[in-house]
């Protein structure tokens, strides 16, 4: 399918996984910084368990595989895992059971466990939801309309850029290694090996940096690209604001009512 | 080292930002618009070189490379690291957008202050006329053995990695036990957790770092007052 380029980078909606966005990127970005610092307010299970279960089907609905879902949800949940294994047996004072070895539990650890699980899962999910869909060259632009300096979103679009080819040279050369035996594991004979490699990935991130840079300077580069205007449109921002409103009422509701 | 959302206090967050809103607008002050490139390349260079993980025993640790960061980026550290930071963000789901500015603090200011102590290190042993014969181009192929190479001698280059791993710990652990009384024994448990990853860091980074002064020594910029890319 082909794209008219000279209207393409003029359509007011971003575009997420494919589809249309319905609400600005800017948005998801503000909205999940606002989501995630009333979070870090909330003591109560009861909101902790709102706001998962708001939360947890948006990845799906996203169309994320549930194959990704569950491998981020799990990576993200070793920290939890880190949780449930020290704190219900360090805080508290009313030990609820006394595990072999005398090991007591304390009630007050394990509902600060809980909430803890409750609220980390739900910013995962909203995290996987709504920034791990999103492109990069999307999230430079909604930081860049929330008023991110230029420079800074720059940086992070020509590191995105360039982190790909340079990712598929560091794989050469490990598959270069491979072939010759070399299997990474701790010992020390082969930190010189691990040294070269390193070596080898900011040498030639050195090189291209020279190369490049002459080349986007002969092009006129001066530090800025030509962008178009991001302006986003109103009813994508309302939408973004009323939704991300919806949930946070329904939050602080829920705080202040929950026993 | 990344810590998650939804576990910090907001008082912390807010330290974090603060300290990172700080950081950035210095290091972006320092980065002229014209070096953007090499900054965006470097921090690519980092961050692939980040990927390279040891296995020790049942778990995998991953370099982190902060005290190389701040030895060439200097105040520049703030913002490749933040871009790291946010890129892990976006495409791994680790760390988050509030717990940013702590991550980014946590990492960068003992990068930037070790980074640039090695920095005048590296410019102190080595006298301006050997950092500009070393810097010059070779005429031909066979000139690098003849060129003069920058010294980096071990000690002050481990001294200067271990310190910047044992204040990043040291900055994770402060960050989780002024979040509550609760979260000692997870600090604890992370500070000894990543022990091991200095006993890596330092010699890989010494050897990266003697690779670079033969390879290419203007790297280091260290004929300027700080680095600059």
């Known amino acids: 399918m082909s794209v008219n380029p000279t209207t ?36 109560t299970l009861w909101a902790a368990a709102y706001a998962l279960a708001v939360s947890l089907p948006l990845p799906f609905l996203k169309g994320l595989p549930w194959r990704t879902v569950l491998g981020r949800m799990a990576l993200g949940n070793l920290f939890v895992l880190f949780i449930w294994l020290t704190m219900p047996f360090t805080l508290g004072q009313h030990p609820v059971a006394t595990l072999p070895f005398g090991l007591a539990v304390y009630a007050e650890g394990l509902t600060k466990s809980l909430l803890l699980t409750l609220k980390i899962n739900c910013l995962l999910a909203l995290g ?56 990474p594991c701790l010992r020390l004979r082969k930190l010189p090996k691990f040294a070269a490699l390193v070596t080898f990935v900011l ?30 449109a109103k009813q994508h921002v309302v939408r973004g604001v009323v939704a991300y409103g919806l949930a946070l009422v329904g939050l602080l509701v829920i705080e202040h009512l929950a026993p | 080292m990344h810590i998650h959302e939804g ?23 320092r980065l ?16 692939v070189a980040s990927f390279i993980h040891f296995s020790v025993g049942a778990v995998n640790i991953h370099l982190t490379l902060n005290a190389l960061v701040g030895l060439f980026l200097g105040w ?25 500015g702590v991550n980014t603090a946590v990492m960068a200011m003992p990068a930037v202050l070790f980074g640039l102590a ?27 053995s003849a ?40 600090a604890r448990v992370a500070f000894v957790a990543s022990l091991p990853l200095m006993a890596v860091e330092a010699p890989i980074t010494l050897l990266v770092l003697r690779s670079i002064a033969k390879a290419r020594p203007a790297a280091f910029t260290l004929g300027k007052q700080t680095p600059c890319l």
């Open chain 1, 8 to 43: 393409a980078p003029l359509k007011p909606t971003a575009t997420v996984a494919g589809s249309p966005a319905r609400i600005h990127p800017a948005v998801h970005v503000a909205g999940l910084f606002v989501c995630s610092l009333a979070l870090s307010f909330t003591h």
């Open chain 2, 32 to 47: 002229p618009t014209e070096r953007i490139m090499h900054a965006a390349l470097l921090a690519a260079g980092f961050f």
């Open chain 2, 76 to 100: 520049g550290a703030f913002p490749v690291i933040f871009t790291g930071l946010l890129l892990q963000a976006l495409l791994f789901n680790y760390g988050g957008l509030t717990v940013l």
């Open chain 2, 147 to 186: 060129r003069p190479c920058i010294t980096v001698p071990a000690l002050p280059v481990v001294v200067a990695v271990v310190a910047t791993l044992l204040c990043s710990n040291l900055l994770y652990v402060l960050a989780l036990a002024a979040s509550g009384k609760e979260f000692y024994p997870i």
């Open chain 1, 128 to 183: 996987l939801a709504f920034l791990h869909t999103a492109s990069v060259h999307e999230t430079a632009k909604a930081l860049a309309t929330l008023g991110v300096p230029h420079k800074l979103t720059l940086l992070l679009l020509l590191t995105a850029r360039h982190m790909h080819s340079l990712w598929a040279s560091y794989r050469t050369v490990c598959n270069a290694a491979a072939l010759r035996g070399f299997t």
């Open chain 1, 203 to 232: 040498l030639k991130s050195l090189e291209r940096a020279d190369n490049v840079d002459a080349a986007m300077r002969l092009r006129g580069f001066t530090g800025a690209f030509p962008a178009p205007l991001f302006a986003p």
């Open chain 2, 118 to 144: 090695l920095h005048r290190w590296l410019a102190a042993r080595n006298t301006p006329a050997t950092v500009a014969l070393a810097a010059q181009e070779a005429p031909s192929p066979s000139a690098p």
């Open chain 2, 7 to 29: 576990v910090l206090h907001p008082a912390v967050l807010a330290a974090g930002w603060a300290i990172t809103a700080g950081g950035l607008s210095l290091g972006l002050k």
